[in-house]
T-cell receptor
């Protein structure tokens, strides 16, 4: 049982470079999310998708874009990375109609922008 | 504004009981969540409360008071593996989660 798979697990890149973080789930969950986690701060929502073909902006969307071509994949792209985007990024999913709204997280992608 | 407050760090002894508090202020309320996150790992779901009262699940219990905007997570019979960060999150009227910064729990033998 894979759940949610993120890649890469860790990456160092130069400022100004383009980067795509991949996220794939095999649970057939309709809703997917991208969060960033920074020391001393709570998880912050970047973008989300309630179902394939739709996306929405979260709390901190600037500098990031997403796409949801199918149910399983939800890549996050940094068009031109900046040092403030150094963070740990978590992809998550949830079952539509689940009253608890439980999130299932991937293992995270640690990104360092120099 | 929306805000979640929880202590930054707590220390407890193996075998003891610890209570981690969380206060929240969100635009509307659709439930209070607790997640556990071991260092370097993903958060995992612990509990969900939407009604006032105590929900018990094994060694872990979660309490909610909607009128006070307050919740706590109670961990009994602490084990070394309980050393982790505990994240409190409130779901607002738009069904978006507002997260606290987490409480790092250190268990000592």
């Amino acid at each position: 049982i894979a759940g949610i798979t993120q890649a890469p697990t860790s990456q160092i890149l130069a400022a100004g470079r383009r980067m795509t973080l991949r996220c794939t789930q095999d649970m057939r969950h309709n809703a997917m999310y991208w969060y960033r986690q920074d020391l001393g701060l709570g998880l912050r929502l970047i973008h989300y998708s309630n179902t394939a073909g739709t996306t929405g902006k979260g709390e901190v969307p600037d500098g990031y874009s997403v796409s949801r071509a199918n149910t399983d994949d939800f890549p996050l792209t940094l068009a031109s990375a900046v040092p403030s985007q150094t963070s740990v990024y978590f992809c998550a999913s949830s079952r539509t109609g689940d009253v608890t709204g439980e999130l299932f997280f991937g293992e995270g992608s640690r990104l360092t922008v120099l | 504004g929306q805000n979640i407050d929880q202590p930054t760090e707590m220390t407890a002894t193996e075998g003891a009981i610890v209570q981690i508090n969380c206060t929240y202020q969100t635009s509307g309320f659709n439930g209070l969540f607790w997640y556990q996150q071991h260092a370097g790992e993903a958060p995992t779901f612990l509990s969900y409360n939407v009604l006032d009262g105590l929900e018990e699940k094994g060694r872990f219990s979660s309490f909610l008071s909607r009128s006070k905007g307050y919740s706590y997570l109670l961990l009994k019979e602490l084990q070394m593996k309980d050393s982790a960060s505990y994240l409190c999150a409130s779901m607002d009227s738009n069904y978006q989660l507002i997260w606290g910064a987490g409480t790092k729990l250190i268990i000592k033998p």
